[in-house]
């Protein structure tokens, strides 16, 4: 089948953007990191028109869902590229790269915001992990999460360099809060989580229903909210 792939493109930061279709001729059940590897594997690589172009730039690590960076807009939507297959997507496939996060090159961003967020949270163990064999099952979920960005860049509240954390540190703090035995560190971390978290969210809950890995993002929130609001373990 003959698609289309239609690809947002700019050299790097400041620079102008444009867009470039390439024609790509595959199965429905290929992904769009199939259809992106194999348009880069052309030498030359020549867009409709004919005019040759450099190679698409974009991040794939483990190409299978697992890794989250292969993130990026298809079809205005973020979606992993490796999970996007093209039969879903129509003959036209327009890729662009996620909006909430500077720009690297064409399809590529920098989300280092994200880590720079559960920093400035505390989300990380100061103590001996304390484990309840009763919430295995929702810490296994929390550790999920691929720090794709997908949920902040469909979140209406989310910027880089904001105060607001979103829904990837909420679901990150369901560890901590559960297992931190560190009692001055757990407070701190419950009040950092209120400033950057719990007090900007709109409950929009677009986060949930576009997580790729299909985690309960919503449980998962509330009962951060309740360990670190109500100071509930749970």
């Known amino acids: 089948m003959n698609f289309v792939i239609r690809v947002k493109r700019a050299a790097g930061p400041g620079a102008p953007a444009f867009w470039q279709e390439f024609a790509y001729e595959g199965d429905e059940s290929e992904s769009v990191a199939a259809a992106l590897r194999e348009l880069n594997a052309r030498a030359p690589l020549t867009d409709l028109n004919g005019r040759e172009a450099p190679p698409i730039r974009w991040e794939c690590g483990c190409a299978c869902g697992k890794c989250g960076a292969c993130a990026m807009r298809v079809n205005g939507l973020p979606m992993l590229a490796c999970k996007a297959f093209l039969g879903s997507l129509g003959r036209t496939v327009t890729l662009e790269p996620l909006s909430k996060f500077p ?16 920093k400035k949270i505390h989300l990380w163990l100061s103590g001996k992990a304390v484990m ?51 009692a001055a560190h757990r407070a701190e971390a419950a009040k950092q989580y209120v400033r950057r978290y719990y007090s900007g969210c709109g409950t929009s ?9 299909g985690i309960p993002v919503d449980e998962l ?6 360990a670190a609001v109500w100071r509930r373990r749970s």
């Open 103 to 118: 720009l690297v090159a064409d399809l590529g961003v920098d989300r280092g915001a994200i880590f720079a967020q559960l």
């Open 132 to 182: 309840h064999e009763k919430t295995h099952e929702l810490r296994f979920q929390s550790a999920r999460c691929l720090m794709c960005g997908c949920c902040l860049e469909i979140c209406p509240n989310f910027r880089a360099g904001g105060d607001f954390a979103g829904a990837l540190a909420a679901v990150g703090a369901y560890r901590i809060f559960n297992q931190e035995s560190d």
């Open 205 to 213: 809950l677009a986060c949930r229903d576009i997580c790729p890995a």
């Open 221 to 226: 929130i509330s009962r951060s909210n309740a």
